[in-house]
């Protein structure tokens, strides 16, 4: 097996099924993570169709499925707290569907963390400097100072991918922003939720409270749309600057509780909600995976699912090649492109459907209309088997090849 040394910069979804899937085929993976252990906090995410997939030849799917979060609930709330809307948590699952595994974040990450091998190498609180790559290999510098030659890097660094930066050039060439931004903190219980997700539409913004259950963490998301704003995202007092500045004068019934959380949380993910898109994903003996290469964003729910199968894929047809990256590097991105595309227009797709009004005249049609549903369309509202149908379309979007034979 040629090229046997590959760093892996970001332990992520990405990085972590990366190194599983090097280590199970021989290669020596190094796992580089700019924060101080593996990152917690975000909010519950999905395993689809062909995650599924990997999860099982991960063999790691029974513990995924232990690990679920079983919403019971998930509400439209107007304004003053008054429920709009109301359906079980298995709204829009048909019989293909209920299959899908959501998960938090952090039970998924520590999953990974038990299943990887041992002698996978991790180097936390450390990020890369430079990167130069030669006949030989790729030196890297550490922003530490330590100097070290792989064979391969790999970047699964995420949405602002400092390997993308390095190798490819500046994320304004590949970033797509949509227009808005995200904020998502773990907050008390104050409202006594029990595996509750509480949604509210304001103009141009949304409030969501999700309750995981009662040994669970409960968390906020507020998103609100804006042109660009300049900030730094090391900053983030600044940037829970600015989701007061947004929030702070809205009349919403707890709004000042849920900012009070925000004052006291230490786990404030915070971003604009942008795609990214690329021609190429490997230059020379760098590749990108994950959000690095094709970030899908949180709408239609994906970007987990999409980082697990891009990571079975790179190292599986690195396997195939037996290390010849030319070759691995080629085939992945022919075997993945086209789900990666579909996944960035189901994003794009429930972006428009789930439209967020901009008038208080447009929230208050919105849930008057939702007010009027007889009980029975309530359970289907809005369209829950199409849209079902677009995003298991896009979770299958890809054949797997089972690279473990």
């Not at 949604?199 to 804006?226: C, E, V």
């Not at 019934?253 to 898109?277: G, R």
Request: glycine letters at 8%.
């Amino acid at each position: 097996m040629n090229n046997q040394k590959i760093l892996i910069s970001g332990a992520g979804a990405a990085g972590q099924c990366l190194a599983y899937w090097l280590s199970r085929y021989g290669f020596r993976p190094t796992v580089c993570e700019r924060s101080p252990a593996p990152r917690i906090g975000g909010f519950a995410i999905d395993l689809r169709g062909a995650a599924l997939t990997v999860a099982e030849r991960m063999e790691i799917i029974n513990e995924c499925m232990d690990n679920r979060v079983h919403m019971q609930t998930i509400a439209r709330l107007d304004q003053y707290g008054d429920v709009v809307w109301k359906t079980d948590g298995n709204f829009g699952a048909g019989e293909v569907a209920s299959r899908d595994i959501e998960i938090l974040r952090d039970d998924l990450t520590a999953i990974l963390q038990k299943a990887i091998h041992k002698d996978v190498e991790y180097i936390f609180n450390d990020t890369i400097s430079t990167v130069e790559q030669t006949e030989q290999g790729v030196d890297v510098l550490f922003k530490s100072g330590i100097k070290r030659q792989f064979d391969l890097v790999i970047g699964a660094d995420g949405l602002h991918s400092n390997v993308r930066k390095l190798v490819f050039g500046p994320e304004s060439q590949f970033a797509r922003p949509l227009g808005m931004y995200i904020g998502i903190f773990t907050i008390r219980n104050f409202l006594k939720m029990d595996r509750e997700w509480h949604m509210s539409y304001l103009p141009n913004k949304i409030i969501n409270i999700m309750q995981y259950g009662h040994d669970k963490h409960t968390r906020a998301m507020l998103i609100f749309k804006s042109d660009p704003i300049p900030y730094n995202r090391r900053n983030v007092s600044e940037q829970k600057a600015i989701l007061k500045g947004q929030f702070r004068d809205d009349n919403y019934w707890v709004i000042s509780k849920i900012l009070d959380a925000l004052d006291e949380a230490n786990d404030l993910y915070f971003d604009e909600v942008t795609q990214i898109h690329m021609d190429n994903w490997s230059l020379g003996r760098v590749a990108l995976i994950g959000d690095a290469a094709s970030a899908t964003t949180l709408f239609g729910g994906q970007g987990t699912s999409s980082a697990v199968v891009a990571a079975y894929v790179l190292a599986g047809e690195l396997k195939e090649a037996k290390g010849d990256y030319k070759t691995a590097f080629e085939r992945y991105g022919e075997v993945f492109k086209g789900y990666a595309s579909k996944n960035q227009e189901l994003a794009l797709l429930s972006n428009h459907e789930f439209a967020i009004p901009t008038t208080w005249e447009e929230v208050e049609k919105m849930n008057t209309e939702l007010r009027g549903l007889t009980e029975e369309a309530k359970q289907n509202e809005p369209d829950s088997t199409s849209a079902g149908d677009f995003i298991q379309n896009a979770a299958n979007a890809i054949n797997l090849k089972d690279y473990t034979q």
